[in-house]
Nanobody, 119 residues
Framework: QVQLVESGGGLVQAGGSLRLSCAAS????????MGWYRQAPGKQRELVAE???????NYVDFVKGRFIISRDNAKNTVYLQMNNLEAEDTADYYC?????????????WGQGTQVTVSS
């Protein structure tokens, strides 16, 4: 069973930074794409950023220029560097991995890590 474990969440003041980590139980090269999603109270889970096995990245507009997604294949870990955090970034952040190829994959989720930004 593939496992994804997030860490790095916490409480930070507006304008501060956090780095989230998502450690996979096996090689992240087996995931055609990995991403970070977030879910604020009372809202639906939404995509934040994603990165392919080839290193291509995609960001949603509200984090462009502030968040950076990256991967360390040797550590089987995907990161989300979050800078200039805003109160609106407060949410539970989840790592998602699409295990397999682009045309046949299984989706796995981590348990989530909480991020709270105080204004």
């Amino acid at each position: 069973q593939v496992q994804l474990v997030e860490s790095g969440g916490g409480l930070v003041q507006a304008g501060g930074s956090l780095r989230l980590s998502c450690a996979a139980s096996e090689s992240i090269l087996r995931f055609y794409k990995m991403g970070w999603y977030r879910q604020a109270p009372g809202k639906q889970r939404e995509l934040v950023a994603e990165i392919t096995s080839g290193g291509s990245t995609n960001y949603v507009d509200f984090v462009k220029g502030r968040f950076i997604i990256s991967r360390d294949n040797a550590k089987n870990t995907v990161y989300l560097q979050m800078n200039n955090l805003e109160a609106e970034d407060t949410a539970d952040y989840y790592c998602q991995g699409k295990y397999g190829s682009s045309y046949r994959y299984t989706i796995y989720w981590g348990q989530g890590t909480q991020v709270t930004v105080s204004s």
